[in-house]
């Protein structure tokens, strides 16, 4: 006979553990050179520094499509959630290439997601998302995802 604390029914299952992703499953790229004072005393990028790449990415795209001005555009983005998983060290001097895609839009909010590759690596060192809820510069309060952005925004959108 089993009790019923050997076999619980309502257990959490653990999550599954996070995979490095191939290029394939990213629709942009950008380099990323990296610079002497990334590197923390172990000798790799230290991890504040992946989640200023995710940004410089995916504003740097932005910038380049015309539908981010950061001086007197009317929208801003507000990073209201983060995460990275790490695979593989990376280190100056290397070239990472960002790898950008989109997996959620909204009204008002877009989930990115970023991997990062060592130059030429055919999966990603680092793998992480960021939620932007966009806002009116002046009041901070939400406002639809502007037609613009929105267009270069589904460019970025990946098939499920």
């Known amino acids: 006979m089993t009790s019923a604390a050997s076999t619980p029914t309502n257990a959490p299952c653990a999550p599954a553990r996070p995979a490095p992703q191939p290029r ?26 992946y989640y200023s790449w995710f940004d410089t990415a995916v504003n740097a795209h932005l910038i380049d499509q015309g539908v981010l001005d950061i001086h007197a555009g009317e929208t801003i983005g507000l990073v209201i959630e983060t995460q990275c998983n ?44 960021f939620i932007h809820v966009y806002v009116a ?11 613009a952005l929105r267009k270069v925004l589904q460019a970025l959108v990946m098939p499920v």
Do not use: K, M
Not at 26 to 39: L, S
Not at 139 to 146: M, T, Y
């Open 24 to 49: 394939s499953a990213y629709r942009v790229f950008r380099p990323i050179t990296t610079r002497w004072a990334d590197n923390d005393v172990y000798g790799h990028v230290n991890n504040v520094v």
């Open 86 to 129: 790490y695979f593989a060290p990376l280190a100056f001097p290397q070239t990472v290439e960002a790898g950008i895609r989109v997996a959620r839009l909204g009204g008002s909010s877009v989930r990115y997601e970023v991997g990062l590759f060592a130059q030429g690596e055919s999966l990603c060192a680092a793998a992480g998302h």
């Open 137 to 147: 510069r002046d009041s901070r309060r939400p406002v639809p995802v502007p037609e």
